[in-house]
């Protein structure tokens, strides 16, 4: 019994770990310069933008997260034309989502 309790608690200590490490958002000065977005969380395909574009502008994937290093708040929406519900996003924003972002505009 005692030794069942030592592994489950060795088991939820390494699985806290972990959790707290994926989650953990990477250090300002590992973060690209200007706007990125990419298909994963934080990995997978990567799109840059120096600046936030004007107007509307698709997003060449599905994106999954944001790192907004730019002065400039955005909206990302979840079709290809900025239209329907739009979520913001403030300047210096590091964020994942819970939806496939596939355009996105100056706030």
Avoid at 13 to 34: F, I, R, W
Avoid at 83 to 94: D, F, M, N, Q, W
């Amino acid at each position: 019994m005692r030794k069942t309790a030592i592994k489950i608690a060795s088991t939820l200590a390494v699985a806290g770990a972990m959790t707290a490490a994926l989650q953990a958002p990477a250090a300002a000065s590992e973060l690209p310069k200007g706007l990125n977005f990419w298909s994963g969380v934080l990995t997978g395909v990567e799109k840059n933008y120096a600046a936030v574009p004007a107007g509307c502008t698709a997003i060449p994937f599905g994106a999954g997260s944001v790192s907004n290093q730019t002065p400039t708040d955005i909206y990302v929406f979840e079709t290809s034309d900025c239209s329907g519900v739009k979520r913001a996003y403030p300047s210096t924003e590091l964020r994942s989502f819970n939806f496939v972002g596939k355009s996105f505009k100056a706030a």
